[in-house]
């Protein structure tokens, strides 16, 4: 009965008759119980102190025998303990106080729950107790005299425990099993009063004088474990190993499936696009990009998160379905992959970049780099290939590849490609573009998945590298068991400026489409080149900026590939010069563009804003690659001219005719007339 009042536990006290006990309606440890209330004037005093912090108390019957925890999980008992109160033995000589410091003396004992036993206090409740057995702490007892100092059992309060876990008889195991399930715990220890947890539970009878012969007096749902894993006697009981199986039952999934994407260039977008499907497939998914760390589409950390640290991060969240992880070669060399083995690896391309750095210097050290995230899958998984790359398809080939059974999804833009075509004959898996579709092909059936034209960011097929990244995000997403449906739901909805940020966002500005853009290598800037030239045509032109940390070579290879799609070119530096001197790198990339494109457009700005305004200004209506350092700053620029996100796959339209805008500080004659600048540097 639940007493909200002095007046109501003696009235409970009444109605349930003595003896009884009254403790706090939320405690533990036994704290303020008082155990064999029988009068009116205990029961209030047992009240005040059960009731101490403002709430009512719990008046039961008391029910005579030992006390019992029996520690359920899963339905299922799995150790049982006899708690004794804490006590101690005459020897006819010391008194009470020092046989507590003797039994206090063992090394098993220390301070709460620090130590295997907990050290007993002659506190007021234990020399209230003496006294009812006319004891005190100088009281000497006979030798071989029993002294309890408590009533409870806990071990919280210095008492001991017994392994009785083969002794319980099945009726007890029953009313546990049972009590466990009408509370809905997975885990609880049942604590029970019984003459004999060996003998049947009494089925509702009485003893001698009316007293229960047995009862289930509390059941605990975060349980201790001591008294199992450590009794005074009798063997300890593996309860934590039964835990640990109740949470991850052997032969049940203890992982959540794992995605790592490499190659070189169309990580980021693979990486979302795989991350999109899932989380439309009904999955929470954890992410890492060069742009962060996501937790459920929401952004958890903001950096370049694309190493071993930024995985470990999503792999500690428990609340995702899956982990999608991009993998960097810097990560791996400086770190490792960040995870033991992935249910599915993707390459997406491997060309030169980077070389030079962390002691990779040409391009097959960059291949042993990557083949290490195709290398590392579990026995059976899955391994995602591009099979018009060269170096990546034959990564398929290797034996450190091959000895998990993985299996190989090729993917490729190329119709009748000599590697699809061989490995479907052998009956594998391929991911084709074929008659505008996206294709699986299952040896010799064909599914199609997608069209083109419904791929955002796609224009049609006018973006070649947009569908293989789509192409290996499919693949990968087949080989989780991803079904055709949800796929296509997902993709025709991943529209690059809200799902894809700084990948192919086009906004308007100035009359004209600007194309904001990460590329910072040769082959993605070719790539980009080419899909704005296919889609608006026109004189476009790039503001841009390269890393400082490329080699020489590479820097010049990149400038190369934008001179030969932008006839006008603004060039800024990054605010972090990654080692260079200031002005060192915009040196190197107009010379290598004037080398290749003699003739070409070229003008410097301090900054991402002042650069994209001068080549917006220029443009006067037609496209604008917008290449950045850093996503913010770049966004900051396309704000500064009111820049406004363009729908997904909507060309923008086409210059006009119009004269362009009289010459400036910032639009200077020479720049119209496609002749190099010298000296003209524009600040912002």
């Not at 009862?215 to 005074?232: D, F, K, Q, T």
């Not at 039964?242 to 994407?261: C, H, K, N, Q, T």
């Not at 900026?545 to 800024?572: I, K, M, N, Q």
Request: hydrophobic share 45%; glycine share 12%.
């Amino acid at each position: 009965m639940v007493a909200w009042s002095a007046a109501d536990a003696a009235g409970a006290l009444g109605r349930l008759g003595g003896p009884v006990v009254i403790k706090p309606l939320r405690g533990n440890h036994g704290a303020n119980v008082t155990v064999g209330v029988t009068t009116a004037v205990a029961a209030v005093a047992a009240y005040a102190q059960a009731a101490a912090d403002g709430e009512g108390a719990i008046v039961e019957k008391f029910v005579p025998g030992t006390d019992y925890r029996v520690l359920v999980i899963n339905g299922q008992v799995v150790a049982a303990a006899e708690l004794r109160p804490a006590s101690v033995t005459g020897d006819g000589v010391s008194d009470i106080a020092q046989l507590v410091d003797v039994v206090n003396a063992d090394p098993r004992r220390g301070e709460g729950h620090s130590r295997e036993l907990t050290k007993i206090k002659l506190d007021e409740r234990a020399l209230a107790h003496l006294e009812t057995q006319g004891l005190g702490p100088a009281s000497v007892p006979a030798r071989g005299r029993l002294v309890t100092l408590r009533r409870n059992a806990n071990l919280s309060t210095g008492g001991t425990s017994r392994d009785v876990t083969d002794l319980v008889h099945e009726d007890v195991a029953d009313v546990c099993r049972r009590a466990a399930a009408v509370v809905g715990l997975d885990i609880c220890g049942i604590d029970m009063r019984l003459a004999d947890i060996a003998a049947p539970m009494p089925c509702g009878g009485a003893g001698h004088g009316g007293a229960e012969l047995g009862a289930v007096i509390e059941i605990n749902a975060c349980p201790g474990l001591r008294m199992h894993l450590s009794p005074v006697e009798g063997a300890p009981r593996d309860v934590a190993g039964a835990v640990i199986d109740s949470l991850y039952p052997p032969g049940a999934p203890s992982r959540v499936p794992v995605v790592a994407v490499t190659g070189t260039n169309g990580k980021t977008t693979t990486v979302r696009m795989i991350g999109h499907i899932l989380s439309k497939a009904g999955m929470r998914v954890g992410m890492a990009t060069t742009d962060g760390v996501y937790s459920g589409g929401r952004l958890v950390y903001d950096a370049d998160a694309s190493g071993p640290r930024s995985a470990d991060m999503v792999l500690d969240d428990t609340s995702i379905d899956a982990a999608v992880l991009e993998t960097a070669r810097g990560g791996i060399i400086r770190g490792g992959l960040g995870y033991d083995q992935a249910d599915v690896a993707v390459v997406t391309n491997i060309t030169a970049d980077h070389l030079g750095a962390d002691g990779v210097e040409d391009l097959d050290e960059l291949v042993e780099v990557k083949a290490l995230v195709a290398e590392e899958v579990r026995e059976g998984g899955t391994v995602v290939l591009n099979a018009d790359d060269p170096v990546v398809a034959a990564l398929a080939d290797r034996r450190r590849v091959r000895r998990h059974a993985s299996v190989i999804r090729y993917f490729s833009l190329v119709n009748g490609n000599p590697v699809i075509e061989r490995h479907r004959q052998a009956g594998g898996l391929a991911y084709e573009l074929r008659n505008g579709e996206l294709v699986e092909f299952d040896a010799d059936r064909e599914r199609a998945l997608l069209s083109v034209a419904e791929l955002p960011g796609a224009f049609g097929g006018l973006a070649p590298h947009v569908i293989a990244n789509a192409l290996a995000a499919v693949a990968a997403c087949r080989g989780l068991g991803v079904s055709a449906k949800d796929i296509r739901r997902a993709l025709g909805t991943f529209t690059p400026g809200e799902s894809n940020p700084g990948r192919g966002n086009v906004y308007l500005a100035g009359g004209g489409p600007v194309i904001l853009d990460y590329g910072h290598n040769a082959a993605a800037l070719d790539a980009t080149g080419r899909m704005i030239n296919d889609v608006w045509g026109g004189e476009p032109v790039a503001a841009i900026t390269l890393p400082g940390d490329r080699r020489d070579d590479l820097v010049a290879r990149s400038a190369e590939a934008v001179a030969a799609w932008f006839g006008r070119v603004v060039v800024y530096e990054d605010a972090d010069k990654r080692g260079r001197r200031p002005g060192e790198m915009t040196g190197l990339i107009t010379a290598a563009m004037r080398r290749a494109r003699p003739g070409i457009g070229l003008a410097t700005a301090e900054g991402p804003q002042a650069a994209l305004r001068i080549a917006v200004t220029m443009a006067a209506g037609h496209p604008v690659l917008f290449v950045y350092e850093k996503l913010a700053m770049a966004r900051q620029a396309l704000d500064a001219l009111n820049a406004r996100l363009w729908p997904a796959d909507a060309v923008p339209p086409a210059p006009t005719d119009a004269a362009p805008p009289a010459p400036s500080i910032e639009t200077p004659q020479s720049w119209m007339a496609g002749s190099p600048l010298r000296g003209m540097k524009a600040k912002g």
